[in-house]
């Protein structure tokens, strides 16, 4: 079992940055690829970005292809997502993923474990 507890999100003007944190709860957080998610009012949920168990591998969705970065840090069960040049566009809540797999995958009922959402909002 797996928990996420997502922060960092707040309101922020275009053009700025924000670094999303989701701490997870268990022992073998080093075997879970990790993912960001996002959903905008009134659309579905999507994925933003997704990292492999080590951090070796890292998949973008290209619209934030170059502005987004997504790390972890296994030995703080935390993965993160650091997000530049955010436009309105980019508002949405962010929802940290996990799934015990060796695949980086890119779909929603892919993964097994969501976090509670944090909200970004970006002004123009």
């Known amino acids: 079992q797996v928990q996420l507890v997502e922060s960092g999100g707040g309101l922020v003007q275009a053009g700025g940055s924000l670094r999303l944190s989701c701490a997870a709860s268990?022992?073998?957080?080093?075997?879970?690829?990790m993912g960001w998610f996002r959903q905008a009012p009134g659309k579905e949920r999507e994925f933003v970005a997704g990292i492999s168990w080590s951090g070796g591998r890292t998949l973008y969705r290209d619209s934030v292809k170059g502005r987004f970065t997504i790390s972890r840090d296994n030995d703080k069960n935390t993965v993160y997502l650091k997000m530049n040049s955010l436009n309105p566009e980019d508002t949405a809540v962010y929802y940290c993923?996990?799934?015990?797999?060796?695949?980086?995958?890119?779909?929603?009922?892919?993964?097994?474990?969501w976090g509670q959402g944090t909200q970004v909002t970006v002004s123009s």
């Open positions: 268990g022992r073998t957080f080093n075997r879970y690829v």
């Open positions: 993923a996990a799934v015990n797999s060796p695949i980086v995958y890119t779909r929603t009922n892919e993964y097994n474990y």
